[in-house]
């Protein structure tokens, strides 16, 4: 590989510089995203191996990544389990009949990756191909907390209500839920190793909404039950937001790698964590809503409370948003990159 | 006063029992109020002094909570500052005209409470009156951040986009909001104590979206601002959403008491601040969702964290839902005061 700084970092062995990408790198605040999007539906770009690649590659091309992250959607597999689910960008995912039965458990399968989702790895096989090892292909898949949280409360949610009412009412029938989707993202994350992917990141959007004690009964569980499957033959990523009260836990996941929101400072983190795995963040997505310089602050902020010890990957602390201007976009790279 | 256990648990004296109230007591999840709310609109109701007591009255009668908080809404100063608020309790508050330059920011008064917002008071004098100190009445206003997010966002937000990008922007003309907020807040809160409140919480519903640094900068200055010129005549309780990452800060406010989520427990909180403030919480909400015995077992592994120590008011870590069966409701306030 011509750049494996990110593999590297991941493994908290030596590296000349920090490696930095960004997490919906490839998205809505690119002009040559919206581009294409402009004549298709979000799902079918994800199902479209030429222009998923083409959206992957986007990042790589305009600002100089470190790594590229195929592009995709979380709920893929949700769909492949059996439930019905409608993906629009703007109003996000909608799952018309949500789980909320054992029955409803037993009528999802746990679905063979390879046979259901052929697009997801022919993307990715074109993608190690394109990339001919200029840097690491990253692969990815939502924790069981979250898609769980998707599939209960049939979209996304305020208040969890009917998450939370399930898990505290009839939590065999919740637990029985996440065994199956662990299972289902343990054979999504294997087939994408198989299929190219150099590193691989668990997302989990709403495990923060937990409390401590919830997380260790209801959601760590399921994302080691994924992790213990997967091995340890790429780095594990995991990221939760809203994880300041959950770090400690978040270790124990078997991640070589923590990736956390920009509320806990990333010198807390590691004091918190330990030397024990390496961690990647965290600027404020925000943050790049504001003057250039700002941008360029942040990083260099972050990068000094990362300590420059191995074991830091620039990132934000969530999702790219959509007004982001693409030139501070690529400041946010240039600067991690040491050339700004 | 005949049960003045809230007052005394603010102020970590020694107490036979544990007090217990909960955030939005007055609201929907009750029967009586939502029969009262069937013929009139929300804002209305906050300026409808007979009507306004009557349903801040219902908890106090339906479950016998230690407390009564006034039914209003954090918003009614933000009006009496010139800008005008639509307030519906389903879709949220809406503020067409967003604040978002020096401009708009100088068109803002510092109104006097008395003035223009009498309502409030007459609302507070006539429940001193009727409760004839039967138990403390709490007074409530909120914090700075969340109102500047509410007038700058122009409503609810997801990301907090517009917020965060006036404070990395434009930062003199964010502080210089916050501080025309902070004395509006404070003369308010004075004004509400002279008034009859015995017991004053801030309400700051987003600031756990801020990282720590950001807190320490751009909300904490304007909380202690308040709390300053407030005073310490009666105990003052500072609750922040999401605020994991922020207890040592919100310890440096002035609060006598911090308020927080579910998500960090009591044993870690006191932990984190020492034995300097009292600490009221922290059920999940959505606990009050599940079976009985479940909420029950909550509010004793809550007192348990807390540490029988003196110095805690047992609430919800955030407010009731509007769904919460009145009887896990009445369970709560039983099992907190030891009746069940």
Redesign the interface.
Known sequence: MKNDLLVRACRRQPVERTPVWMMRQAGRYLPEYRAIRADIPFLTLCKTVELAVEVSLQPYRILGVDGVIMFSDILIPVEAMGMHVELTEKIGPQLPQPIRTQADVDRLGIPDPVETMPFVFDILRTLRRELDGAVPLIGFAGAPLTLGAYMIEGGGSK???AL??L???DPQVFHNLMEKVADTQALYLKAQIEAGAQVVQLFDSWA?E?????YAEFALPYTQRVFDQVGDTVPRILYVN?S??LLELMEQSGAEVLSID????LA?ARRRTGNRVALQGNV????L???RA?VVKAVQDTLTLAGGEPGHILNLGHGI?P?TPVENAKAFVAAGQGRE
Chains 1, 2 share one sequence.
């Open positions: 208040n969890y209500m939370k009412g898990m505290y009412r923060g937990l409390s401590a004690r919830d809203g300041s009260h920009w509320c806990t400072d807390e404020d997505p925000c943050r809503l504001g003057p700002g948003l007004p």
